[in-house]
């Protein structure tokens, strides 16, 4: 069985990115601030958390979404549609 292509790797990058960089700013953010950040450590290894841990399901949300988008086939002789 044949199955005709999507977006779902587009979708997977687009929801990593955007998820995974709107944790590490939160994570940085709560990092930097000095009520938070009582020990005074470097926020580097918080916003990579935050990174990492934001990128996981937008990855799993963007490829599902993605996965719902059909692409066009090629043309047989190649040129455009």
């Not at 005709?4 to 944790?23: C, F, K, M």
Request: overall charge neutral.
């Amino acid at each position: 069985m044949k199955h005709s292509p999507t977006y779902w790797r587009e979708g997977a990058l687009i929801g990593g990115l955007s998820t995974g960089l709107l944790l590490a700013s939160v994570a940085n953010g709560f990092c930097n601030d000095s009520d938070s950040n009582t020990s005074g450590r470097g926020c580097l290894l918080p916003t990579l958390e935050g990174l990492v841990i934001g990128a996981i399901p937008g990855v799993v949300i963007g490829a599902i979404i993605g996965s719902g988008f059909h692409r066009k086939a090629p043309a047989a002789d190649g040129q455009p549609p």
